[in-house]
């Protein structure tokens, strides 16, 4: 899973296109075409990026972006405006809101996914880059390998998700119901509390010779990579 991006688009056609494509390039994408919805639910969700249309027929895009860029838990997340608003004074209204950057409809998906790709790559390259080290954890995504050190560590695939997962947020402190819902593929009929064998299993596999735990337990709220 490349990264996970939440489309605000109330355009049957364009939600349609823009899912399909970068479903097929490995993104995992939700969509919402409210306003107020789509606010509520990207603070729970925790988007790598958001593809964000100006006009909806509730809040507006700008409207949202601002409540976003004022949230301490959303202000980082990756924005790229979406609109059949061409002239300068809106571009530049929209970057000062908040944007990181402005697509005018209509667009091609070549450029779309040529944004997508360049934004990531520079506000969070833990989520696109093909191989990525935190401390001395190393992840090799295109072997689906990872090492601590020049140690390989033999993981299970659900243990290498949940690390891959981390590694990309590190700090940050996922609930059972959050990695749940982002580490498993299916999580229909999956208890809250499989997190936790599975945490206790990624624990012991990167924790060789007793070295630094990175795993942390947040008592009531989760787990995060530390």
């Known amino acids: 899973m490349k990264a996970k991006v939440f489309l605000v688009e109330d355009e049957e ?8 494509n970068l479903e097929q390039e490995g993104y995992k994408v939700i969509t919402n075409s409210n306003g107020e919805e789509a606010l509520r639910d990207i ?6 990026l958001i593809l964000l249309d100006w006009m909806l027929p509730d809040l507006s895009g700008i409207e949202i972006c ?40 209509p667009f091609g998906y070549a450029e779309l996914k040529a944004r997508i790709h360049a934004l990531l790559r520079r506000s969070k390259p833990n989520v696109v880059d093909d191989t990525v080290i935190y401390e001395d ?12 050190g020049d140690q390989e560590i ?19 402190v996922y609930s059972r119901e959050q990695l749940l819902q982002n580490v498993w593929p299916d999580n229909i009929n ?6 936790d064998v599975h945490i206790r299993r990624l624990r012991q596999a990167i924790n060789i010779n007793n070295q630094k735990e990175f795993i942390r337990t947040v008592r009531s709220a989760g787990y995060a990579l530390d």
């Open 154 to 172: 033999d993981l299970g695939p659900t243990e290498y998700r949940l690390l891959d997962f981390f590694i990309k947020n590190p700090k940050r």
């Open 137 to 148: 954890i190393k992840i090799d995504r295109l072997q689906r390998k990872v090492f601590r």
């Open 13 to 20: 056609s364009i939600i349609t296109l823009v899912k399909y």
């Open 190 to 195: 999956v208890e809250s509390r499989t997190v």
């Open 66 to 105: 601002k409540a976003l860029k004022k949230d301490k838990k959303s202000k980082d997340f990756p924005i790229i405006m979406l609109t059949a608003k061409g002239e300068e004074q809106d571009k530049v209204q929209a970057l000062n809101a908040g944007a990181d950057d402005y697509i005018t409809k």
């Open 43 to 48: 603070k729970e969700e925790t988007p790598d």
